[in-house]
């Protein structure tokens, strides 16, 4: 079985609306792609996705929904100047160092996750 | 000076007076299965002698949003005055063939799950209108799912005060501290709706949310 896993670098997305961005997310998850996202979504946009899933559901014999993950790599003891640093970075460019794993619940049966790690169970 | 504060002092008495009468609109939110429905009841047929929904083992059981007018509720001479709002599971994939498992038919299963997504969608819309929210966690279950974190969230984005209810605490894999581990900012009380386990410790901090709410 092939399993496609596209990544979205953050810029490609930066500049969306939330609007835009759940639909850009949405249409390329339906197509059995797992996306692997540079960034995080704000919870608003997260229930937004959700929603839309929904909605997808509904109209799709095929679409089940989506399996979602957002992985925050542990914090590194950065001390006090770099981490000042990071932080405006994170403010300015978004928080590059997050990612969200987007998949079709198709595919993805569940997202496994620790600090270190994350696992992906396909079906 | 004396004209500012006489008009202060009368506002201050009268608000009171409307703030201690006004309804709380208490919203019970989760994922599918945490018992929601289990606690909503255990609250109603405490304080009204009601039941508000069924509960059940098959997942999405409720499906619309179920109200529950005027439940006063009393604690330590404290009375409050409650609007409950218990929601349907918030899910990120429904598929019609795990309710088959439950010994549902294709057809029954289906219509469970078209109806299960437009519970979904209601849940979500509803989430504006509370006033305090209880989010109900199986304690047996990982609590790092992201459908908890967006829940919660979500929550804290709209600045809805948040009380964690660590449920199925009568279960042999429940885990309390696992639960306070993923959510070290928030109130986390373990309880069993069904067993009624730690109800009293329930209510105390129902009403601590409810003075942290507008």
């Known amino acids: 079985m092939k399993v496609?896993?596209?990544?979205?670098?953050?810029?490609?997305?930066?500049?969306?609306?939330?609007?835009q961005r759940v639909k850009k997310l949405i249409?390329?998850?339906?197509?059995?792609?797992?996306?692997?996202?540079?960034?995080?979504?704000?919870?608003?946009?997260?229930t937004d996705l959700i929603q839309d899933a929904m909605k997808k559901i509904r109209k799709s014999r095929r679409f089940k929904g989506v399996e979602l993950a957002t992985f925050l790599p542990k914090n590194k003891n950065l001390g006090f100047f770099k981490g000042v640093r990071e932080k405006i970075a994170s403010?300015?460019?978004g928080d590059r160092d997050i990612f969200t794993v987007v998949g079709p619940a198709t595919i993805v049966k569940e997202i496994?996750?620790?600090?270190?790690?994350l696992e992906l169970f396909l079906k | 000076m004396v004209i500012k504060i006489i008009p202060n002092f009368i506002t201050r008495i009268f608000f009171n007076l409307f703030?201690?009468?006004?309804?709380?609109k208490l919203g019970f939110y989760g994922p599918p299965n945490s018992g929601k429905t289990t606690l909503a009841n255990r609250i109603c047929k405490d304080w009204t002698g009601d039941e508000m929904g069924k509960a059940s083992r098959v997942p999405h059981e409720t499906r619309e949003i179920q109200e529950k007018e005027e439940v006063v509720i009393k604690h330590k001479n404290k009375e409050l005055k409650f609007k409950l709002v218990d929601t349907p599971g918030i899910a990120t994939k429904i598929d019609y063939e795990?309710?088959?498992?439950?010994?549902?038919?294709?057809r029954e299963?289906?219509?469970?799950?078209?109806?299960?997504?437009?519970?979904?969608?209601?849940?979500i819309k509803w989430l504006d209108d509370m006033d305090s929210v209880i989010v109900v966690l199986d304690s047996s279950k990982n609590p790092y799912s992201q459908v908890n974190i967006t829940i919660v969230g979500n929550l804290v984005a709209r600045k809805i005060p948040v009380l964690i209810v660590a449920n199925k605490t009568d279960l042999r894999g429940s885990n309390i501290k696992k639960v306070e581990a993923a959510f070290p900012e928030y109130d986390v009380v373990g309880i069993s709706a069904k067993k009624g386990k730690n109800i009293e410790e329930f209510y105390e901090s129902l009403f601590n949310l409810v003075k942290k709410s507008k």
Do not use: C, M, N, W
């Open chain 1, 4 to 19: 496609s896993l596209q990544f979205i670098p953050y810029a490609e997305i930066a500049y969306l609306s939330s609007y």
């Open chain 1, 27 to 46: 249409s390329t998850v339906s197509h059995d792609k797992i996306l692997l996202i540079q960034g995080r979504l704000r919870p608003e946009e997260e």
């Open chain 1, 91 to 93: 403010a300015i460019f």
């Open chain 1, 112 to 117: 496994k996750k620790d600090p270190t790690k």
């Open chain 2, 19 to 24: 703030r201690k009468k006004r309804k709380v």
């Open chain 2, 98 to 106: 795990d309710f088959l498992k439950f010994g549902l038919s294709t």
């Open chain 2, 109 to 123: 299963a289906k219509k469970r799950a078209r109806e299960a997504t437009k519970g979904v969608i209601e849940s």
